[in-house]
């Protein structure tokens, strides 16, 4: 029997969709990302421990190993979901928003002497994104893959949220903002998001080419998001005369 194209409801997806076994974040495991902060020279405490990831993926995902899961993207997940899925649609968040407020000083895109700003999914007015999903077959190492991304600190929280779609809502999981961290950081001016994001940089590049891909992805798939526009702009004239 063949299997059923992912791309059915969204054709147009698919160039735009790194294929799974492409992935950076394939099989994604806490020891990799560990090894990563001590080769570059970088400390390791702000991530989370195994057991306590475990004991939330176990509990969030409580009654639920039985059926097809959905998740919802607004980020890099979108063009790099590093999951195998069966399904791709669009879909609305009502109550949500991309937002930056991921203070980062751990290395990726910031560090202690360059701290950088990344997204994060926040409470708000409404957040375009995608949506995949995992087949129940495959739910023990695809949520594995996805714990060990999203929560591999203890920046987000793991929520089931509602979504629009074409096809009729969906309750999906993702993962928001934890504002009882201080890597989440709700209270920060547009000109010092400006700041952060013009002059972070980390071991995976700067904060700047984070939002510069973050806008790209964003046109490519069609989604319109002012404060990404009017965060791109102020950036790139940082320090002009």
Request: charge should be negative; aromatic fraction near 10%.
């Amino acid at each position: 029997m063949c299997e059923i194209d992912p791309f059915r409801h969204h054709p147009k997806l698919r160039p735009l969709v790194k294929p799974p076994a492409e992935s950076f974040f394939l099989d994604m495991h806490p020891d990799r990302v560990r090894a990563m902060a001590r080769e570059n020279g970088l400390s390791d405490d702000w991530i989370m421990d195994d057991d306590e990831r475990d004991a939330d993926r176990a509990a969030t995902m409580a009654e639920r190993w039985g059926r097809d899961l959905w998740v919802f993207g607004y980020g890099s997940l979108m063009w790099d979901p590093g999951i195998r899925f069966a399904e791709v649609r669009r879909a609305f968040a009502r109550e949500a928003a991309r937002r930056f407020i991921l203070y980062d000083v751990n290395g990726a895109r910031g560090t202690q002497d360059a701290p950088g700003l990344m997204a994060a999914l926040d409470a708000g007015e409404g957040c375009h994104g995608l949506v995949f999903r995992i087949p129940a077959a495959r739910l023990e190492s695809e949520t594995f893959s996805l714990w060990s991304r999203e929560r591999i600190a203890h920046a987000y929280l793991s929520h089931f949220i509602e979504v629009q779609t074409d096809f009729g809502p969906i309750e999906a999981l993702t993962f928001m903002a934890n504002h009882d961290r201080p890597s989440i950081r709700g209270d920060l001016t547009h000109e010092e998001q400006v700041q952060l994001i013009a002059t972070g940089v980390g071991h995976l590049g700067t904060s700047r080419d984070y939002l510069e891909s973050l806008a790209t992805h964003l046109a490519e798939f069609d989604i319109d998001d002012p404060e990404v526009t009017r965060l791109l702009a102020d950036v790139r004239s940082y320090g002009a005369p």
